[in-house]
């Protein structure tokens, strides 16, 4: 999938939630292919702030050079109350969660009321158990996005709508695919070990001979 594809799939996300410019925006599992596009999208779309996560301290400065205003730890630090903190306790008005499990739990207890969580990935588990209270007294919505699984037609309007907005910016560089390293094809094996480690910071390119 090129960056201009995902950039469009982001949007998909954001306009689910009904995204609008000023609003804040939590991103986790953001050191993902997907996530750093998001951070990047919402950033160039106009997001107040930006809060993104990741599992890796080392990865701060990556998700800061993206466009986070903040990162949160998550083996360092509790998301909710992170979240909360940096949101004058408020939480935020829109979740977009690649993690899944209680990741995404904790995603609507980090979210204000009349916010919405969007389920994008399952990096750490596909089942969760949520807490009815945090979406009752919050009314948040809760949507789920597949690019893959898109009806025809809301594809077609995503991808016109991304015309306005994160195609310009992929074209202006302001969203880009951040690139870890770039290796020949015969080093793939200790590729994907990287990858599997999560030690990679952005994509890892194989050039074929
Ligand atoms: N809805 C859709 O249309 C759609 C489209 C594409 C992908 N996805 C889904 O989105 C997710 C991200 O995909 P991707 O290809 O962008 O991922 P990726 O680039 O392979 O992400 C790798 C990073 O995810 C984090 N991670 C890995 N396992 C984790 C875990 N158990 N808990 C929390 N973080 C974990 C690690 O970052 P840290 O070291 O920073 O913690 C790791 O470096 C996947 O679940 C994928 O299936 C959904």
Known sequence: ????????????????AGFQAGQSVLIT?????????GVQIAKALGAGQVIATTG????????????????VVTGEQDLTQAVLEATDGNGVDIALDHVGGQTFAACLLATRADGAVVAIGRLDQAAS?????????RHLRICGVSFGFSRAAKLGAVLAAAGHGPLPAVAG??????????????????V???LRSHQAHGKIILTAP
């Open 56 to 71: 890796s301290s080392a990865k701060g400065t990556l998700l800061r050079e993206a466009g986070a205003d903040s990162v």
């Open 173 to 190: 560089r302001r969203v880009r695919a951040p690139i870890d390293t770039r290796e020949s094809f015969k080093t793939a094996a200790r």
């Open 129 to 137: 158990t949520i807490g009815l209270d945090a979406l009752s007294y």
């Open 1 to 16: 999938m090129c960056a201009a594809h995902r950039a469009a799939h982001r949007l998909g996300a954001l306009a689910a």
């Open 192 to 194: 994907v070990t990287r």
């Open 29 to 37: 599992g953001a050191t993902s292919s997907i996530g750093l596009l």
